[in-house]
């Protein structure tokens, strides 16, 4: 069974500190993850919705949605040793983007609805950075039903369902083997 979470009154929440005013339930596991699972939070408005793990402590959330929420800063942003899984976040208003860090671990996400304008899933450091397949051979990520601007680097195309009239795949090394100027 899942909880749902309702309500019209704002809430503020950062997930890593966990939270100021409504505290987010986190279950503690045997190796010491927080987790989060099996929650729906619909109409929330969190003042930041800012989702960071750390080295020493794994946050992972398992079958949870968050339908039609806001943050009152506008930020959106999960990094650090975070998994997110059957995860979905629709139409949610948080300023310009939803950052996630490419180093997050993505197991059948869905990002959905009009809002907010963009999906950004770069990596915190692009000099460092090596992109690594995950174990499972799943799909990591479901855009085909959003509607914004989307930058994705670090996860293969073919593990992201698109929408093929809106949204396209451009394969990292064919910004070194096509001469983009000359294509106009």
Known sequence: MMDVVTAPVAVSAWIGVLCNIMKLEFET???????????????????????TGSVDREIRIENCKFLNCSTSCGTCFICGNVTLDRVVISNLECGDAIHIDSGVKLKQVVIAGPRPGMLKITPLDEDGFVTSEPKHSELQLDI????????????????????????????????TEVNWKLLG
């Open 29 to 51: 596991d045997e190796s010491q993850c927080l987790l989060l699972k099996k929650r729906t939070f619909e109409n929330i408005q969190f003042e930041h919705l800012q989702i």
């Open 144 to 175: 085909s039903d959003f509607y914004g601007a989307v930058e994705i680097i670090g996860i293969s195309g073919a593990r992201i369902k698109k929408d093929a009239t809106r949204q396209a795949t451009v394969r990292s090394n064919w910004l």
